[in-house]
């Protein structure tokens, strides 16, 4: 399987893993302020939305606006 993250500029980065797909996403989501949203296939032609990361920090996995919210590592501030 394959990941896709397409950025504010039209621009794209195809990922194999989907943990990196999601780290890179959202370090661009918070550096440009937008939505970005992450991509994936299985046969290189047919590419479906998996989530999405928030220049918030916080990334939404699965589609419908059912899927849930996790927030991906941060250091606390104190």
Avoid: H
């Avoid at 302020?33 to 920090?57: Q, R, S």
């Amino acid at each position: 399987m394959k990941y896709k993250v397409v950025l504010a500029d039209k621009s794209e980065m195809i990922f194999e893993e989907k943990e990196a797909a999601f780290k890179y996403a959202l370090e661009n989501a918070k550096r440009l302020n937008k939505v970005t949203p992450i991509l994936y296939t299985n046969d290189n032609f047919n590419w479906e939305e998996l989530g999405l990361a928030y220049p918030t920090g916080m990334t939404q996995e699965g589609t419908g606006g059912f899927g849930f919210f996790k927030k991906l590592s941060t250091i606390r501030k104190k």
